[in-house]
């Protein structure tokens, strides 16, 4: 905790977002934070919001410009009252991980870099994410091509040491677009190491009504819009040609921007601290010391408060027990349940259904992550629509092309759209559905001994017999399959011998309950055609 970081938000006509985004901040496992404001003379109620924030929490500096002066240069005063040895600039409208800071500070310091680059998130146009695999220090044109700098500036996804900032005179131009890759590629060209952190995550949001979507923009802002995305252009290829930079290659860019038109994802309005609906949140927990605290971080700091965040402890061996213990404390949300002796991940997740008091439930892995608006996003639509069942957009970070993404919400009631819709009968996946805690026990679902493939046989009934299925394109879940989780333990000829047995098992129940209920079911080669060349 003995480095400042300087957190710089410019804020213009942020109201309907800002509160997420502080707490995002003020929320971060790190504490030495300095949280600059910089008020770019708003017309909305980002100014009230914002005073209300800083009189819980000293660490908020607020700076009142005169006149509005726009995103690129309250940046830049942002960075002349920044008192930090590192700086960050954010977006009113954006979250991050609530060890974002936490971890691209390990990163920057392991080998003295000058810049940590972050994995980053795009809700909108997910395909376009970028994704680091493993933390890493690059020099040289590595440090081009792997940050995609020249392809994606967008400044906010980098911890920078202010003393390189100012030793290079970087300064971000006054544009009202594109204002980060004349000054993002030049600061990569000239740092000394980029540090990449793997695991700190930044969730770029790209509102429908932010600066780059407005809809109100007169004949002359449409004309000034053209005019600075020239100079942008020419300002980054000027400084490509003049310093010989390789950036990613032209076919690279084209493929790229293909892949995000391609995957537009468009979500229901979210009414924030509207719906106050308890959700049970039930997290079997063995041997998961290494990702625990952040997966219970994710949980813990969401948007959505209303939580009952179920820890079923089945008996494990390492530090788990303690880390949830310590993370607990203080937080009336967590409810400790432990096992006589090992049960595994099904009998631990009905135990922790029979624990919860919540109107909701869902299955939550030790070692997944969710994005910071998760609940919220969920909740609303089980609400408003009066869905049994909500299932989520799905992140594989091992095979990202097996994801789930849907490109609209929809509400499913038709027995062949609820299952081709949800690929339920590809992926079964308990943990993507927030399910209404009634339905369930009204239908007597649980979770066979089977490991693994123990969700199929009970997702593939509950999609069938749920009135509703609510699909939320923009409430993402991390699946991360770790090297070491349970589908990934190191061979055993004994264990293996189980595992194909419940495999042959858990196809045999879904089978039967498919061809009785005159299921459909998919074609495995067409579905994974569509999925990787669609």
């Not at 005179?169 to 952190?197: E, G, H, R, T």
């Not at 290494?290 to 079923?312: F, M, P, S």
Request: aromatic share 12%.
């Amino acid at each position: 905790m003995d480095n400042k970081i300087s957190v710089i938000i410019p804020i213009y006509n942020s109201e309907n977002f800002l509160r997420q985004t502080m707490n995002c901040v003020c929320c971060q496992t790190y504490k030495n934070l300095e949280i600059i404001c910089v008020l770019d003379c708003p017309t909305d109620n980002s100014a009230e919001i914002v005073a209300l924030i800083a009189k819980t929490d000293e660490r908020i500096k607020t700076i009142v410009l005169p006149k509005n002066i726009g995103h690129a240069n309250a940046r830049n005063i942002g960075v002349k009252n920044a008192s930090g040895e590192y700086i960050h600039f954010m977006d009113s409208d954006d979250f991050i991980n609530p060890n974002f800071y936490e971890k691209m500070l390990e990163a920057i310091q392991i080998d003295d870099a000058d810049i940590a680059a972050c994995s980053v998130f795009y809700e909108k146009k997910p395909k376009r994410s970028i994704w680091f695999n493993k933390d890493e220090v690059l020099y040289g044109q590595e440090k081009i091509k792997k940050t995609k700098v020249t392809i994606q500036g967008w400044a906010w996804r980098y911890l920078i040491k202010k003393s390189f900032w100012i030793e290079n005179n970087l300064s971000f131009p006054d544009l009202l677009l594109m204002v980060d890759n004349p000054v993002m590629i030049p600061m990569i060209y000239y740092a000394n190491k980029v540090a990449f952190s793997s695991q700190a995550i930044y969730f770029y949001k790209n509102r429908e009504n932010s600066v780059l979507n407005r809809k109100d923009l007169t004949a002359n802002m449409i004309q000034e819009r053209k005019v600075d995305r020239k100079k942008s252009r020419k300002m980054s290829k000027d400084f490509i040609r003049t310093h010989k930079v390789k950036g990613n290659s032209r076919l690279y860019y084209i493929t790229d921007s293909l892949a995000g038109k391609k995957a537009v994802i468009e979500n229901n309005h979210t009414n924030y601290g509207k719906i106050v609906n308890k959700i049970s949140v039930i997290i079997p927990i063995y041997n998961a010391q290494k990702y625990l605290k952040q997966t219970l971080d994710a949980v813990r700091y969401q948007t959505y408060q209303h939580l009952e965040i179920i820890c079923v402890l089945d008996c494990p061996t390492d530090n788990s027990a303690e880390i949830v213990k310590e993370i607990s404390e203080g937080d009336y949300r967590f409810k400790i349940i432990n096992h006589s002796k090992n049960l595994g991940l099904p009998a631990a997740r009905n135990s922790g259904v029979k624990n919860a008091t919540g109107e909701y439930i869902h299955f939550m892995d030790s070692d997944d992550l969710l994005n910071p608006e998760f609940y919220e996003i969920l909740i609303n639509a089980a609400v408003n629509s009066d869905a049994d069942v909500t299932a989520c957009s799905v992140f594989y970070e091992k095979k990202p092309k097996r994801g789930i993404w849907f490109r609209e919400s929809k509400i499913l009631s038709n027995t062949d759209d609820k299952i081709k819709d949800t690929e339920v009968a590809i992926q079964g996946w308990a943990w993507r559905y927030l399910i209404k805690k009634s339905f369930w026990n009204k239908n007597n679902f649980s979770f066979p001994d089977l490991v693994p493939m123990e969700d199929r046989p009970v997702m593939i009934p509950m999609i069938f017999y749920a009135s509703k299925v609510a699909l939320c394109p923009s409430a993402v879940y991390f699946y991360k399959n770790r090297e070491n989780s349970i589908l990934n333990k190191e061979y055993d000829p004994v264990i293996e011998k189980q595992r194909s047995e419940n495999r042959r098992k858990s196809r045999k129940i879904c089978r039967i309950f498919m061809k009785t209920n005159k299921i459909k079911r998919p074609n495995k080669l067409l579905y994974y055609f569509n999925k990787y060349f669609g």
